[in-house]
T-cell receptor, first 114, second 115 residues
Framework: EAQVTQNPRYLITVTGKKLTVTCSQNMNHEYMSWYRQDPGLGLRQIYYSMNVEVTDKGDVPEGYKVSRKEKRNFPLILESPSPNQTSLYFC?????????????FGPGTRLTVL | AQTVTQSQPEMSVQEAETVTLSCTYDTSENNYYLFWYKQPPSRQMILVIRQEAYKQQNATENRFSVNFQKAAKSFSLKISDSQLGDTAMYFCAFMKHASDNDMRFGAGTRLTVKP
């Protein structure tokens, strides 16, 4: 089954404790992205990657890191989480071809930073 | 920068009736893509419908159709014969063009279908 998977689905942590949210897709998509969803703000892009070893900042990159060592994986790293990073996080992937570039989303990760 | 505006934070509709969700966007581009995504209580983001800006014909997918007004930069979603399973948050999204997968989302409209 074609899908984007994220782990964990739920996470409660404390300020300053490093964490990683994993994202994996099995559709051979070139493009991957991370979003955070907050009430009244919709989805805002954190980081994106056009292909392996190519990453770039989105609209709200502060406090986050990413890596793209393999095509299928795109982990999101919070080196020192803070309460303002409490949010719902989505990973997404897509092709980079005209007519096939709608994004497929993972199931979301609910993160709470105390 | 492109912006997407959904001016209706919440809407409700009676089962079997029709409802229209509004979306406007701001861009100087001529070629771009527009999307509506549905997010039910499960939180999964589900693509409902997409529209290419170069196509004049409005996209339709079963009970879902759009009214794309390029000059007015408007992209509304019409849901016909509303069903209880349509209850969800709906997001309008804009993508500049095929080689740039940067997608911009509106703030969302929470739709409740009442029995």
């Amino acid at each position: 089954e074609a899908q984007v998977t994220q782990n964990p689905r739920y996470l409660i942590t404390v300020t300053g404790k490093k964490l990683t949210v994993t994202c994996s897709q099995n559709m051979n998509h070139e493009y991957m992205s991370w979003y955070r969803q907050d009430p009244g703000l919709g989805l805002r892009q954190i980081y994106y990657s056009m292909n392996v070893e190519v990453t770039d900042k989105g609209d709200v990159p502060e406090g986050y890191k990413v890596s793209r060592k393999e095509k299928r994986n795109f982990p999101l790293i919070l080196e020192s989480p803070s309460p303002n990073q409490t949010s719902l996080y989505f990973c997404a992937s897509s092709y980079r071809l005209a007519g096939r570039n709608e994004q497929f989303f993972g199931p979301g990760t609910r993160l709470t930073v105390l | 920068a492109q912006t997407v505006t959904q001016s209706q934070p919440e809407m409700s509709v009676q089962e079997a009736e029709t409802v229209t969700l509004s979306c406007t966007y701001d861009t100087s581009e001529n070629n771009y893509y527009l999307f509506w995504y549905k997010q039910p209580p499960s939180r999964q983001m589900i693509l409902v419908i997409r529209q290419e800006a170069y196509k004049q014909q409005n996209a339709t997918e079963n009970r879902f159709s759009v009214n794309f007004q390029k000059a007015a930069k408007s992209f509304s979603l019409k849901i016909s014969d509303s069903q209880l399973g349509d209850t969800a948050m709906y997001f309008c999204a804009f993508m500049k063009h095929a080689s740039d997968n940067d997608m911009r989302f509106g703030a969302g409209t929470r739709l409740t279908v009442k029995p």
